[in-house]
């Protein structure tokens, strides 16, 4: 482990995660700077009560310069912080240790590491398999899901740690690792940040780097970007809806696990939460739970009551027959697709926000399903124009999501489903992800009251 003690130690970025690797660093003893490209954060930044008199230990700095990186040993990067700044580049150019949150929390944890990674289902599965553990072992959910590791190591919380890692946070590890860990689904996402979908797939696909033979890999059969590893230091499960496999998977509507026998776990239509994307979720979250020896039982308990997470394919409500799900959580096309995928009524689909430099072409795999597309925001035209070229009429751009949605409620009949699923981040229009859904849930509401 790298002593911090007396360090120079710079955290860039002062969100959620960077306050608390704050607290840690000073906790061990590093001389601790902080900087935001955003001057009112750090000229405003607060500590939790129990940590406010710590503050004073901060060092705060308003201009970074290439010659002050060099003053520092080491430089702890907030996710929000891309790798590719160029002080983070002139950094490591000069030698100095440039890690992230993740691996400065993994550095100073002797809990036992379970990592769930992908482009889609990653809440959701850290979540069921939290969920899971809880009712014979203790676990917690850190990590992307809102709670830092680093908090998690600052309040010596005791367990597993669920570990929910996103690709920002997978670009300045070293040594991080998992005793289990899991790659849910690749697809382009993030193109902005990472430039092409080769970085990005390489970037999910280290999380399993540095396992070792005592370590284990829980891979998705169904998905070609993550079956092809090609693993000599560590162990394999899978999981799967297409095939019978070592590990989880449905086969006419059943789930089951195999390892030394075969063991049906739950029908299919017991299971609370709906949805093809989500039995993936299921099959992976079973891996880890039957790993660690979770009796079965504990496991259907789970199933048969768990709900996911807000905006994640949930459905809002159905007035004069329409239904109307809101899946604004769904910000990649994979993820749209497979939201369309598990709708069985005619949809009408809302889409678009901000540009994350994607390929939109696959919107329009299951256009046979699709009563409307209704396209708005930032993406509006382009994904219209891909449209067009397709010979696909059945799309309309809007200014807004309250256009789009009238015009839904305008044309839906009994039977259909108003869809939210926009493939697309949410920042043109709205804070994050969960606006717009509390928006759209909205407007849901208001079309009831009328009813």
């Known amino acids: 482990m790298i002593n911090f003690f007396v360090k120079n130690v710079l955290v860039y970025g002062m969100s959620e995660s960077g306050i608390w690797t704050s607290i840690l660093l000073i906790k061990k003893n590093a001389k601790c700077f902080v900087y935001d490209d955003n001057k009112k954060v750090v000229n405003n930044l607060k500590f939790p009560t129990k940590y406010t008199n710590l503050l004073k230990k901060i060092n705060k700095i308003e201009k970074l310069t290439n010659n002050l990186i060099l003053s520092f040993d080491a430089i702890v990067v907030s996710p929000g912080v891309s790798i590719d700044n160029k002080f983070l580049k002139y950094a490591k150019k000069n030698g100095k240790l440039v890690i992230s949150e993740l691996e400065f929390g993994f550095l100073n944890c002797r809990n036992k590491i379970l990592a769930i990674t992908g482009t889609n289902g990653k809440t959701t599965t850290t979540e069921l398999i939290t969920a899971m553990l809880n009712i014979q072992i203790k676990a917690t959910a850190v990590g992307n899901i809102g709670y830092p590791l680093t908090r998690a190591i600052v309040e010596k919380i005791s367990g597993c740690f669920v570990v929910e890692v996103s690709s920002f946070m997978l670009e300045a590890i070293i040594s991080f690792k998992a005793d289990i860990a899991t790659i849910t689904n690749i697809a382009p996402d993030h193109l902005d940040r990472h430039k092409t979908f080769k970085n990005y797939k390489n970037l999910k696909l280290k999380i399993f780097d540095n396992l070792n033979k005592n370590d284990t890999a829980i891979v998705n059969l169904d998905d070609d970007y993550v079956n092809n590893i090609k693993p000599n230091k560590y162990k394999i499960i899978f ?109 009408f689909l809302l889409l678009g926000g901000s540009d994350k430099n994607i390929n939109y072409e696959d919107l329009f795999i299951h256009q046979s399903k699709i009563k409307y597309y209704c396209v708005y925001g930032q993406t509006a035209q382009k994904i219209f124009d891909i449209a067009k070229e397709k010979n696909i009429s059945n799309i309309q751009v809007f200014q807004n999501l309250k256009d789009a949605f009238d015009f839904c409620i305008s044309n839906a009949i009994s039977n259909d489903c108003v869809l939210l699923s926009p493939a697309c981040a949410s920042f043109d229009q709205f804070k994050n992800y969960e606006e717009r859904g509390e928006y759209f849930n909205k407007l849901v509401k208001d079309y009831g009251k009328k009813k």
Not at 284 to 313: D, P
Not at 315 to 337: E, H, P, R
Request: proline share 1%; glycine share 4%.
């Open 239 to 347: 999981f799967s809806q297409k095939y019978v496999c070592h590990g989880a998977y449905s086969l006419n509507n059943v789930v089951y696990y195999s390892a030394k026998k075969v063991e049906k776990i739950i029908d299919i239509e017991d299971i609370k939460i709906k949805g093809k994307h989500n039995i993936y979720n299921i099959l992976c979250a079973i891996c880890f739970a039957k790993k660690l020896n979770i009796k079965t039982n504990n496991v259907i308990k789970v199933l048969k009551t768990f709900e996911t997470a807000k905006y994640r394919y949930q459905l809002v409500g159905c007035y004069n027959g329409i239904s109307f799900v809101n899946d604004s959580k769904s910000t990649t096309v994979a993820s749209t697709n497979m939201a369309i995928e598990s709708t069985d009524q005619p949809i």
